[in-house]
């Protein structure tokens, strides 16, 4: 029993050593009440920057999902592009090889409006290059169609 209490008066020692002002190593919280709501409480401001952190990812997530959806409907239209050019290559691949480049240099792009400007612009050029092309097509057709 002799050996507990000599183990006591050790740690009794040692925390008086390490905080001379008193008990109060096992709390070490605030003073006051106020004290106690500023450290535990979430201020507004913490919420409005989580709101806006919240609504900034919702907005990268629907460009996201609207840039992806624009790339698939790009490499969808190049498939009617089946003749070469001059040198040989076919239109379908340097078509898909310019919207690839175009993408990559636009993915790290964190601005919303830019973004928006970039789907906008692209999704107009790819409705103006396939009313274009159906043009051509139906061009093409009739122009068949009278020679017989």
């Known amino acids: 029993m002799g050996g507990g209490i000599e183990k006591w008066r050790c740690v009794c020692n040692w925390i008086h050593r390490r ?3 008193g008990w109060r190593l096992l709390h070490e919280g605030p003073d006051t009440v106020e004290e106690l709501l500023d450290r ?5 401001k913490d919420k409005n920057r989580d709101r806006d952190e919240l609504e900034n990812r919702r907005q990268l997530t629907s460009t996201r999902r609207e840039a992806l959806s624009l790339y698939r409907d790009i490499l ?3 498939r009617f592009f089946t003749w070469a050019d001059s040198r040989g290559v076919m239109w379908r691949d340097i078509l898909r ?8 240099q636009a993915r790290l792009e964190t601005d919303p409006e830019i973004v928006t400007r970039l789907l906008i612009g692209g999704r107009e050029a790819l409705h103006s290059t396939i009313d274009k092309l159906r043009q051509q097509i139906q061009n093409h057709n009739s122009s068949h169609s009278r020679q017989r």
Do not use: I
């Open 19 to 21: 905080n001379p002002g």
């Open 40 to 44: 535990h409480l979430v201020k507004n």
């Open 97 to 104: 090889d310019n919207a690839r480049t175009e993408f990559e």
């Open 76 to 78: 969808r239209a190049t």
